[in-house]
């Protein structure tokens, strides 16, 4: 039978408050500051082919809009050339986009709508 001759490991020493030498970094944990996410704005556009009822049954439909607020909206497509739909974070934004598209592609109206990033 071989023994190995070793000495036991010590427990590693830490200063306690009486043993303190005044040489130890101290690490302040600071609370990270996360930013809210970007914020993207769901635009109509005009066009001069789509019928202004189609608009506002999308706006409803879509953006969960009553009848009032959606006339309004699609008012200020038509006059402005654009108009704000909904805020929304980015995902959200693509995804109420990619809806209106599918909508007025199946429907036959060449309606757009885009999504812009918030400044």
């Known amino acids: 039978?071989?023994?190995?001759?070793?000495?036991?490991?010590?427990p590693p020493s830490v200063p306690g408050p009486?043993?303190?030498d005044g040489g130890s970094v101290v690490l302040?944990?600071?609370p990270e500051k996360t930013l809210p996410p970007q914020m993207?704005?769901?635009v109509m556009l005009n066009d001069d082919y789509t019928p202004?009822?189609?608009?506002?049954?999308?706006?409803?439909?879509?953006?969960n809009k009553d009848r009032e607020t959606a006339t309004q909206i699609m008012l200020k497509i038509h006059l402005d050339g654009k108009g704000i739909c909904?805020?929304?974070?980015?995902?959200?934004?693509?995804?109420?986009v990619d809806?209106?598209?599918?909508?007025?592609l199946r429907a036959g109206h060449p309606l757009q709508c885009v999504s812009e990033p918030i400044e």
């Open 1 to 10: 039978m071989i023994f190995m001759v070793t000495k036991p490991p010590s």
């Open 18 to 20: 009486a043993q303190d």
């Open 28 to 30: 302040e944990r600071r």
């Open 40 to 42: 993207y704005q769901v």
């Open 52 to 63: 202004m009822e189609f608009v506002i049954v999308v706006l409803q439909e879509f953006f």
């Open 86 to 96: 909904g805020v929304y974070s980015r995902d959200v934004a693509a995804t109420k």
């Open 99 to 104: 809806q209106v598209l599918d909508a007025a």
